[in-house]
């Protein structure tokens, strides 16, 4: 929900910081979802999870791009470097459709949803691809699967951080802060 200038008073201003979150009227008194026994939304491993492995893969295909196309499809060296930044550039220029499909369409969930399954396509399409016997060498395969996987890593980038905090209800700011530790965690040990 986006504030109205005239919504914003002392009340969502405090110490000279703006309160992202809504007033507190409008927060529910428990947690969206299940909890565990420990008092934890039960949906917090699954979203962890899919963070780091979506990392360990975008890094992972980072790290060996340019060798990939410059050993086995024989790419120049400046091509090689062209394509790799261009790839780049775009998954981290895709997170504002992301984030408009997130806040004006789909919602966070089914955006995480759907453009995770846009990058499991990618990172499929870039495997089988990479076979020599179905690729015979050319770059349409790998053109293809690098724009899914930057529409994917881009289009959750913005979601999953907020859907994370989204489990969250009032009176859960210990669990909250412990869950977030956990989860930059698991990005950095993806990446």
Not at 119 to 124: E, P, S
Request: charged fraction near 15%; charge should be neutral.
């Amino acid at each position: 929900r986006v504030l109205d200038m005239e919504e914003i008073s002392e009340d969502t201003l405090g110490e000279g910081k703006m309160n992202l979150r809504p007033p507190s009227s409008e927060l529910s008194s428990g947690p969206p979802g299940e909890q565990s026994r420990r008092g934890y939304p039960k949906s917090l491993p699954y979203i962890v999870l899919n963070e780091c492995c979506e990392r360990f893969s975008y890094y992972g295909l980072r790290a060996i791009l340019a060798l990939y196309m410059k050993n086995s499809l024989g790419f120049k060296e400046d091509t090689a470097t062209a394509v790799f930044h261009t790839f780049v550039f775009a998954a981290y220029f895709m997170p504002l459709f992301g984030g408009i499909l997130a806040d004006s369409y789909w919602g966070k969930y089914k955006t995480i949803l759907r453009i995770s399954l846009i990058y499991c396509a990618g990172g499929g399409l870039l495997s089988i691809t990479a076979i020599r016997a179905v690729n015979h060498g050319h770059w349409w395969g790998l053109a293809i699967s690098l724009l899914l996987i930057s529409v994917g890593t881009g289009g959750i980038k913005p979601c999953v951080s907020a859907f994370l905090g989204d489990q969250f209800g009032t009176g859960q700011q210990k669990q909250f802060d412990n869950v977030f530790f956990i989860f930059y965690f698991a990005i950095n040990l993806g990446s």
